[in-house]
C-alpha cells in the first residue's frame, strides 16, 4: 500500500486535512511561480517525465522519495458535513485537461521554464450564466453547430429555452435544405423493446443513435431519399408526406389518388429532392411514371412515363439513367413544363443489357459517379459479372471512366447506394464496391477492389444475413432491404 503524506491541521477549524495534492506517484504538485525543468537547476520539476498529469483534489502518497515540501494550494474552508472546495491560487495553473508537462528528451537542450497561467477571473468562484448569453453569441454557436451536423443542432437546441429562441425552428419551414440529415443512415433493424424506435448510424462520423418514429405506426414506409428523408403513404387518405427523422418535421404532399386510378397498390424505386429542395420527384411502381410536386400543390405532375434504371438527387438536382444516357430534371419556370433534359452521354458506346446489366448513380463527397454492373463470359465459358465507373463531367457533358471512388467506399444495392468515407470505419478498404445483400453474386463476393481488381470472397451469407456481425454486413444488410 502506498503511504499517505503526514495530514496537516486545518487552520481555524481544530480539523486535519491532506497535504499538498500529489499524483499517483507520489509526486507532490503545489502552486509556485514558474518552475525551471532541467538538469541543471536546484529547484526539483513541477512535472516529472511520464507522470500523469495533476489531479485538483487530494492525492495519496506513493513509494517515490517525496521532494523538499512547498506551498499547497489553497483550501476553501467549509462547515461540518459539507465537501470541502479546493481553488487554485492565481500563481498555479489549472490542472483539470491540461496536458502534463514533460522534461527535455533525452535529457539535453537548455532548461524549458513553463509559466503559470492565471485561470479566468471570478470562473471558480461564480458560475457562468449560459442560458443568458445573448441572442448575438448563442445565435451565432448556432449556425457553428447546424453547418457540422443537424444532430448537434437538435441537441443544442433542447439545452434550454433561451438557446431555443435564438435559433431557428427546423420544423417551421418546408423542406429547409440546411436541416436535412444527409449523413445519416436509417438501419433496417428496429430495436426490439420498441418497434418504432430505430437505430441511425452516422457514415461520416460512425455516430449511432436511437430515435422513436411514433408516425410509422400511422404510415406506410415507401422509401428512403438521398438527402435522408423517409418517404411515407397515409392510407386513409393517399397522401404521400416526407418525415425528417432527426427533426420529426413532417411535410405533407399532394395525394396520389390521380396517378393510381383503379390501382390500389403503390410502390416507389426511387425518389429525390430538386430545385435546391423545393420539389420532390419521385419514380412510382404500377404505374410506371416520374412524377413532381412541391408541398402545396393539388396534384401530381407527370414528367417521364417509362422505367429509369437509376436515381439520385445531386447539387440540388435530381438525375437519372435513361438507358446508358443521363438525365437531369430541368429548372422549369411557372410557363415552362418540367422535363428530363440530357446531362451526360459516354464518349464511347456503353453497351447495356435492359436483361442481364444495371446502371447506379451516387454521389461520392460531391462528384458524381455511374456504377456499370454487366455480364460477362469469361475463357471458360462461365458467366461473371464487371462492375465499371464512370465519372460524369457535367460541363463537358460526358461519361469518363474511372479507376476508382477517390480513397472511398461504396455500397451499392438495387434501388440504393451510398458513399461512405474508408477512414471512419478501420474494416472498410478504400476503392471497394461492396455489394448489397439483393444482388444474387453477393453469395460468391463481398466487395470488388477497382483498384486492383480483386474481390473479397463471402463467408456464411445467410448467418450473416439474419445477424450482422460487421459494419459491412451492417450496411450491405441495410441497403439491399426494405427498411420497414
Request: aromatic content about 8%.
Given at each position: 500500500?502506498?503511504?499517505?503524506?503526514?495530514?496537516?491541521?486545518?487552520?481555524?477549524?481544530?480539523?486535519?486535512?491532506?497535504?499538498?495534492?500529489?499524483?499517483?506517484?507520489?509526486?507532490?504538485?503545489?502552486?509556485?511561480?514558474?518552475?525551471?525543468?532541467?538538469?541543471?537547476?536546484?529547484?526539483?520539476?513541477?512535472?516529472?517525465?511520464?507522470?500523469?498529469?495533476?489531479?485538483?483534489?487530494?492525492?495519496?502518497?506513493?513509494?517515490?522519495?517525496?521532494?523538499?515540501?512547498?506551498?499547497?494550494?489553497?483550501?476553501?474552508?467549509?462547515?461540518?458535513g459539507?465537501?470541502?472546495?479546493?481553488?487554485?491560487?492565481?500563481?498555479c495553473?489549472?490542472?483539470?485537461?491540461?496536458?502534463?508537462?514533460?522534461s527535455?528528451?533525452?535529457?539535453?537542450?537548455?532548461?524549458?521554464?513553463?509559466?503559470?497561467v492565471?485561470?479566468?477571473?471570478?470562473?471558480?468562484?461564480?458560475?457562468?450564466?449560459?442560458?443568458?448569453?445573448?441572442?448575438?453569441?448563442?445565435?451565432?454557436?448556432?449556425?457553428?453547430v447546424?453547418a457540422?451536423?443537424?444532430?448537434?443542432?437538435?441537441?443544442?437546441?433542447?439545452?434550454?429555452?433561451?438557446?431555443?429562441?435564438?435559433?431557428?425552428?427546423?420544423?417551421?419551414?418546408?423542406l429547409?435544405?440546411?436541416?436535412?440529415?444527409?449523413?445519416?443512415?436509417?438501419?433496417?433493424?428496429?430495436?426490439?423493446a420498441?418497434?418504432?424506435?430505430?437505430r441511425?448510424?452516422?457514415?461520416?462520423?460512425?455516430?449511432?443513435i436511437?430515435?422513436?418514429?411514433?408516425?410509422?405506426?400511422?404510415?406506410?414506409?415507401?422509401a428512403?431519399?438521398?438527402e435522408?428523408?423517409?418517404?411515407?403513404?397515409?392510407?386513409?387518405?393517399?397522401?404521400?408526406?416526407?418525415?425528417?427523422?432527426?427533426?420529426?418535421?413532417?411535410?405533407?404532399?399532394?395525394?396520389?389518388?390521380?396517378?393510381l386510378?383503379?390501382?390500389?397498390?403503390?410502390?416507389?424505386?426511387?425518389?429525390?429532392?430538386?430545385?435546391?429542395a423545393?420539389?420532390?420527384?419521385?419514380?412510382?411502381?404500377?404505374?410506371?411514371?416520374?412524377?413532381?410536386?412541391?408541398?402545396g400543390?393539388?396534384?401530381?405532375?407527370?414528367?417521364?412515363?417509362g422505367?429509369?434504371?437509376?436515381t439520385?438527387?445531386?447539387?440540388?438536382?435530381?438525375?437519372?439513367?435513361?438507358?446508358?444516357?443521363?438525365?437531369?430534371?430541368?429548372?422549369?419556370?411557372?410557363?415552362?413544363q418540367?422535363?428530363?433534359?440530357?446531362?451526360?452521354?459516354?464518349?464511347?458506346?456503353?453497351?447495356?443489357s435492359?436483361?442481364?446489366?444495371s446502371?447506379?448513380?451516387?454521389?461520392?463527397?460531391?462528384?458524381?459517379?455511374?456504377?456499370?454492373?454487366?455480364?460477362?463470359?469469361?475463357p471458360?465459358?462461365?458467366?461473371?459479372?464487371?462492375?465499371?465507373?464512370?465519372?460524369?463531367?457535367?460541363?463537358?457533358?460526358v461519361?469518363?471512366?474511372?479507376?476508382?471512388?477517390?480513397?472511398?467506399?461504396?455500397?451499392?444495392?438495387?434501388?440504393?447506394?451510398?458513399s461512405?468515407?474508408?477512414?471512419?470505419?478501420?474494416?472498410?478498404?478504400?476503392?471497394?464496391?461492396?455489394?448489397?445483400?439483393?444482388?444474387?453474386?453477393?453469395?460468391?463476393?463481398i466487395?470488388?477492389?477497382?483498384?486492383?481488381?480483386?474481390?473479397?470472397?463471402?463467408?456464411n451469407?445467410?448467418?450473416?444475413?439474419?445477424?450482422?456481425?460487421?459494419?459491412?454486413?451492417?450496411?450491405?444488410?441495410?441497403?439491399?432491404?426494405?427498411?420497414?
Amino acid at each position: 500500500m502506498r503511504a499517505r503524506s503526514p495530514p496537516l491541521p486545518d487552520s481555524g477549524s481544530g480539523r486535519r486535512r491532506d497535504g499538498p495534492a500529489s499524483n499517483h506517484h507520489g509526486d507532490r504538485i503545489a502552486s509556485t511561480p514558474p518552475l525551471l525543468l532541467g538538469r541543471g537547476g536546484t529547484t526539483p520539476p513541477y512535472y516529472y517525465w511520464g507522470a500523469r498529469r495533476a489531479r485538483s483534489a487530494p492525492g495519496s502518497g506513493g513509494c517515490n522519495p517525496p521532494p523538499p515540501a512547498l506551498p499547497p494550494t489553497k483550501i476553501q474552508s467549509s462547515r461540518r458535513g459539507e465537501k470541502r472546495k479546493f481553488l487554485f491560487a492565481s500563481s498555479c495553473p489549472p490542472a483539470w485537461g491540461a496536458k502534463r508537462a514533460r522534461s527535455p528528451i533525452c535529457g539535453g537542450g537548455d532548461d524549458v521554464i513553463i509559466k503559470p497561467v492565471d485561470p479566468v477571473p471570478g470562473a471558480a468562484q461564480e458560475g457562468v450564466d449560459w442560458a443568458n448569453l445573448g441572442d448575438g453569441p448563442a445565435g451565432l454557436i448556432a449556425e457553428l453547430v447546424l453547418a457540422n451536423d443537424v444532430a448537434d443542432y437538435v441537441r443544442f437546441r433542447a439545452v434550454c429555452q433561451p438557446w431555443r429562441r435564438c435559433s431557428p425552428d427546423p420544423r417551421a419551414g418546408g423542406l429547409d435544405g440546411r436541416f436535412l440529415p444527409r449523413r445519416w443512415i436509417m438501419l433496417d433493424k428496429a430495436v426490439t423493446a420498441s418497434p418504432r424506435c430505430h437505430r441511425f448510424l452516422n457514415i461520416s462520423t460512425g455516430e449511432s443513435i436511437r430515435m422513436g418514429l411514433p408516425e410509422l405506426a400511422d404510415h406506410r414506409f415507401l422509401a428512403v431519399t438521398p438527402e435522408g428523408l423517409l418517404l411515407l403513404l397515409h392510407e386513409p387518405t393517399l397522401a404521400i408526406r416526407l418525415l425528417n427523422p432527426l427533426t420529426r418535421q413532417l411535410t405533407t404532399l399532394p395525394p396520389v389518388t390521380t396517378l393510381l386510378g383503379e390501382l390500389i397498390s403503390l410502390q416507389v424505386y426511387g425518389v429525390g429532392l430538386a430545385h435546391a429542395a423545393s420539389t420532390v420527384a419521385v419514380c412510382f411502381t404500377h404505374p410506371t411514371v416520374l412524377a413532381v410536386a412541391k408541398p402545396g400543390d393539388v396534384c401530381w405532375t407527370v414528367v417521364y412515363n417509362g422505367y429509369l434504371h437509376s436515381t439520385v438527387s445531386f447539387a440540388g438536382r435530381f438525375y437519372c439513367c435513361v438507358g446508358t444516357r443521363l438525365m437531369v430534371l430541368n429548372n422549369a419556370t411557372a410557363d415552362q413544363q418540367r422535363r428530363l433534359v440530357l446531362a451526360a452521354e459516354g464518349s464511347n458506346p456503353i453497351y447495356f443489357s435492359l436483361m442481364a446489366d444495371s446502371l447506379h448513380l451516387v454521389d461520392n463527397a460531391g462528384e458524381l459517379m455511374m456504377v456499370h454492373r454487366s455480364l460477362y463470359q469469361d475463357p471458360e465459358h462461365n458467366y461473371k459479372r464487371k462492375y465499371e465507373v464512370y465519372r460524369a463531367d457535367l460541363d463537358d457533358g460526358v461519361l469518363v471512366p474511372g479507376k476508382g471512388f477517390n480513397g472511398r467506399a461504396i455500397f451499392m444495392g438495387c434501388r440504393r447506394t451510398i458513399s461512405v468515407a474508408a477512414e471512419t470505419f478501420p474494416t472498410i478498404t478504400a476503392d471497394t464496391l461492396y455489394l448489397g445483400y439483393d444482388f444474387r453474386e453477393r453469395k460468391r463476393i463481398i466487395g470488388y477492389n477497382l483498384a486492383d481488381g480483386s474481390s473479397n470472397p463471402s463467408h456464411n451469407v445467410p448467418r450473416a444475413e439474419m445477424h450482422p456481425c460487421s459494419v459491412i454486413d451492417c450496411l450491405s444488410h441495410c441497403i439491399g432491404k426494405e427498411l420497414a
